[in-house]
T-cell receptor, first 113, second 116 residues
């Protein structure tokens, strides 16, 4: 069982570069989320999606864009990376908080220099 | 305002001690869900428990137990007879209704260190 798969696992960017993080889930979940984890800050919600073709802003959406063209995939884009976006990014999926817990990927460690 | 407060940033105990991790939440929803997740040093997030707002029964699972009290908006987690393998960051989370759906809001986490 793959569960939730994030690629890449690690990435180093220079300020101003762009990149896309990919999240794929094989559990047919409707809900997908992107969080970032920073020391002492816990996990903060960036964007989320409640179904194919839908996206919405979370707590800290600035500087990020997302797309959910297929139900199983949720992409997180950084158009112009900044050092403040250095973080560990986690993707999660779920059938909905009332039905099941979130299943998390193993994270992507991103460093922006 | 912080929705989920984990006031204890770090806790250090010696093996076999009992330890309680505190979680206080704030919500206007009448129906909501509370969660605990564990993040061991390897970095993955492991689901421990989900509790809905209508179920105030305490739950015990092996050495783990949870005390949910709506009157104090708390959902505390106790590890009995702690072990080195319990060393991890523990997160409490609350379901929150956003504009387009429900998401989990996490506390800042409590780092538990268990020494032998």
């Amino acid at each position: 069982n793959a569960g939730v798969t994030q690629t890449p696992k690690f990435r180093v960017l220079k300020t101003g570069q762009s990149m896309t993080l990919l999240c794929a889930q094989d559990m047919n979940h409707e809900y997908m989320y992107w969080y970032r984890q920073d020391p002492g800050m816990g996990l903060r919600l960036i964007h989320y999606s409640v179904g194919e073709g839908t996206t919405a802003k979370g707590e800290v959406p600035d500087g990020y864009n997302v797309s959910r063209l297929k139900k199983q995939n949720f992409l997180l884009g950084l158009e112009s990376a900044a050092p403040s976006q250095t973080s560990v990014y986690f993707c999660a999926s779920g059938a909905g908080p009332s039905n099941s817990p979130l299943h998390f990927g193993n994270g992507t460690r991103l460093t922006v220099t | 305002a912080q929705k989920v407060t984990q006031a204890q940033t770090e806790i250090s105990v010696v093996e076999k001690e009992d330890v309680t991790l505190d979680c206080v939440y704030e919500t206007r929803d009448t129906t909501y869900y509370l969660f605990w997740y564990k993040q061991p040093p390897s970095g993955e997030l492991v689901f421990l428990i989900r509790r809905n707002s209508f179920d105030e029964q305490n739950e015990i699972s092996g050495r783990y137990s949870w005390n949910f009290q709506k009157s104090t908006s708390s959902f505390n987690f106790t590890i009995t007879a702690s072990q080195v393998v319990d060393s991890a960051v523990y997160f409490c989370a609350l379901s929150e209704e956003f504009q387009a759906g429900t998401a989990l809001i996490f506390g800042k986490g409590t780092t538990l260190s268990v020494s032998s």
